[in-house]
Structures are given as structure tokens and as C-alpha cells.
């Protein structure tokens, strides 16, 4: 999800859907493009993506970005993007991809969910309260754009339950603009800051270990039933390491963690 700006948008982004507007897809198997969209692709992963992804693998967070992600730190950012690795086949294919469609399905990515929607935040007035914008951008290729079953940018969300993903895509998004500008100062994107950064934000497993494991509950106050909540909940483990990126790097305060 990224930062839209309405007056220098790219037409090729696709038609932007006002709120209660409608688009018609279908997709389903036996539809002469299926599966066709898995395949050769920039697929982004949110933190949250992560989370549901290595427990539908049942694998350590340590284990699916070794296996399944490349970390790109593009010029000019501050913060890396973290990509599905394609199979190493002649098509590129999704790895989770077999014959039969999606092998985690019910735990599919934002970006794969909400296809053929794309999304992003429109900031107005008020920074703490941006818009959610939606755009309908099908490839050429895709025949479910010509079915006629109609749908709005929230009833397409309910359908496909992804209303947990845009909150904690909504949250991951806030957080990441705030990396617009340098917080790595002369140690640069590679330091250990940022590498504490990137564990709190993409490896629950290891910020939990680093948490409860090490001086860090000396060093930092954390509510209690906040603590409690993230012995047992990576989706807690990742707000609390989204709250302390903001802390740590940003100085901004937080009604769950403070410094003692």
C-alpha cells in the first residue's frame, strides 16, 4: 500500500472507485485466464502477509524469509521492499501455485486478495486519518473483468475477508511513510539499527525472543496485558513492534511502550 497523490497520479494505475462504486469481476476455475495472473510477478509482502503465511507453513519466521522472500533496498529508500520469491521455473510461477490453484489460499497475501483492486492512502487535512483509495486495474489479459457479477470496494473486501489485512496494512503503511526521510544517520540503511528495525516490523518470531529474552523489558515499559497478548499472538508481536519502530527511530509516543 503506498502514498497516493491525486494531482500527479499515473493514469496507468488503474480507474479510482469512489466510495459505493462499482466494477465487475468473477474468477473461478475454468475461466480461460486462470491462474495466468501467478505468475512472473512483484509481489509485495506486508508484515502481516508474513505472519499468516509462515503459520499456514507452519515454519519459523527465520525459515520463510530465508526461503520464500528477497529483501530489495531500492535507491533512494530507506527501508527495504520484501518480495515473493518466484520458482525458479520457466514460467516464474508463484511457489504456492499447483495445479489445482492456490496451495494457501485461506492465508493469501493482501496484494493477491484484493486483485484486481489495488489500494493506497490519500492524505487530506488531518495526517492521523488518511483515506483508503481503490483503484480497478485488471491486466489485459484478465477475462473475469468481462463477467458480470458486480461488486464495491467493501463488499469485494468482506467477500474475500481481507478487512484485517487493511488494518494491519493500514498500520504497516502510516509507519513506513515515516521512512520518506533518513533516520540511519551515518550508520546507513545496514546498521544494526536497521536490522532491528526490519526483525520488529517482518520476524515476529525473533522480536519475541529479543523482547522477553533479553534487557529489553529493562529498558522499556510495556502494559501488561499488552505483554500477555504477545507471549501467544504474532499479530499483537507485530503492533508492539510497530509502535516501538515508531519509538525508537521517530521518537513518537505510544500508549504501549515506554522508555523507563
Given at each position: ?11 496507468k494505475r488503474g480507474r479510482q472507485l469512489a466510495p459505493g462504486e462499482t466494477f465487475r469481476f468473477r474468477c473461478y476455475p475454468g475461466i480461460g485466464c ?133 488494518k494491519m496494512t493500514v498500520r504497516w503503511a502510516k509507519l513506513k511513510q515515516l521512512f520518506d526521510r533518513d533516520p540511519w544517520g551515518p550508520e546507513g540503511p545496514e546498521g544494526s539499527r536497521a536490522k532491528m528495525a526490519f526483525m520488529a516490523t517482518y ?58
Amino acid at each position: 500500500m503506498k502514498t497516493v497523490d491525486l494531482e500527479s497520479l499515473d493514469p496507468k494505475r488503474g480507474r479510482q472507485l469512489a466510495p459505493g462504486e462499482t466494477f465487475r469481476f468473477r474468477c473461478y476455475p475454468g475461466i480461460g485466464c486462470f491462474n495466468r495472473c501467478c505468475r512472473n510477478l512483484n509481489l509485495f509482502l506486508y508484515p502481516y502477509d508474513v505472519i499468516r503465511l509462515k503459520r499456514c507453513l507452519e515454519i519459523s519466521s527465520d525459515q520463510f524469509l530465508d526461503r520464500y522472500v528477497d529483501v530489495v533496498l531500492r535507491e533512494g529508500n530507506h527501508f527495504p521492499d520484501v518480495l515473493l520469491r518466484m520458482a525458479e521455473n520457466e514460467e516464474k510461477t508463484c511457489p504456492f501455485l499447483t495445479e489445482d490453484g492456490c496451495a494457501v489460499y485461506p492465508h493469501r497475501p493482501d496484494t493477491c486478495r484484493r486483485f484486481p483492486l489495488e489500494q493506497g492512502l490519500l492524505y487530506g487535512d488531518d495526517p492521523e486519518r488518511p483515506e483508503v483509495v481503490h483503484f480497478f486495474r485488471p491486466p489485459d489479459f484478465c477475462l473475469g473483468q468481462n463477467e458480470p457479477t458486480e461488486w464495491t470496494a467493501d463488499t469485494w473486501s468482506s467477500d474475500q475477508e481481507a478487512e484485517r489485512y487493511e488494518k494491519m496494512t493500514v498500520r504497516w503503511a502510516k509507519l513506513k511513510q515515516l521512512f520518506d526521510r533518513d533516520p540511519w544517520g551515518p550508520e546507513g540503511p545496514e546498521g544494526s539499527r536497521a536490522k532491528m528495525a526490519f526483525m520488529a516490523t517482518y520476524n515476529t518470531d525473533r522480536f519475541r525472543e529479543f523482547v522477553f529474552e533479553s534487557s529489553f523489558l529493562r529498558r522499556y515499559k510495556v502494559k501488561k496485558e499488552t505483554l500477555k497478548r504477545c507471549r501467544i499472538s504474532d499479530s499483537a508481536m507485530l503492533l508492539l513492534g510497530f509502535d516501538w519502530v515508531a519509538l525508537f527511530l521517530f521518537g513518537l509516543p505510544s500508549k504501549k511502550i515506554k522508555p523507563r
